[in-house]
Nanobody, 124 residues
Framework: HVRLVESGGGLVQAGGSLRLSCAAS????????MAWYRQSPGQAREEVAE???????YYADSVKGRFTISRDNAKNTVYLQMNNLKPEDTGVYTC??????????????????WGQGTQVTVSS
């Protein structure tokens, strides 16, 4: 089945930068949407950014102008460049993909899946 593997999280000081990556592997014919979500301590998970296959992007108001999402369709990978990080950006960042491909049973269709998440900690 399709797996999403995130990397790039870590500890950074306020004002610093990190780049997250999320690579999809498995039987994938197309990916219509890849997105990053964030869950901060004591808060519900929120969508941070998304990129669709028609080139459209979405950003939460809290990250506009600081975060940039991009896709490498040849590698089935999405990136999140995070600049000017703030302590309130701290949280677990999880990748989500909507795709046409295989599920855990090997059945082909429109599917979605989540990654395991990567911790981002911004110190003040």
């Amino acid at each position: 089945h399709v797996r999403l593997v995130e990397s790039g999280g870590g500890l950074v000081q306020a004002g610093g930068s990190l780049r997250l990556s999320c690579a999809a592997s498995g039987i994938i014919f197309s990916i219509s949407r890849m997105a990053w979500y964030r869950q901060s301590p004591g808060q519900a998970r929120e969508e941070v950014a998304e990129a669709t296959d028609d080139g459209s992007t979405y950003y939460a108001d809290s990250v506009k102008g600081r975060f940039t999402i991009s896709r490498d369709n040849a590698k089935n990978t999405v990136y999140l460049q995070m600049n000017n990080l703030k302590p309130e950006d701290t949280g677990v960042y999880t990748c989500h993909a909507v795709y046409y491909g295989s599920d855990e049973m090997g059945l082909i269709g429109d599917r979605s899946t989540w990654g395991q998440g990567t911790q981002v900690t911004v110190s003040s």
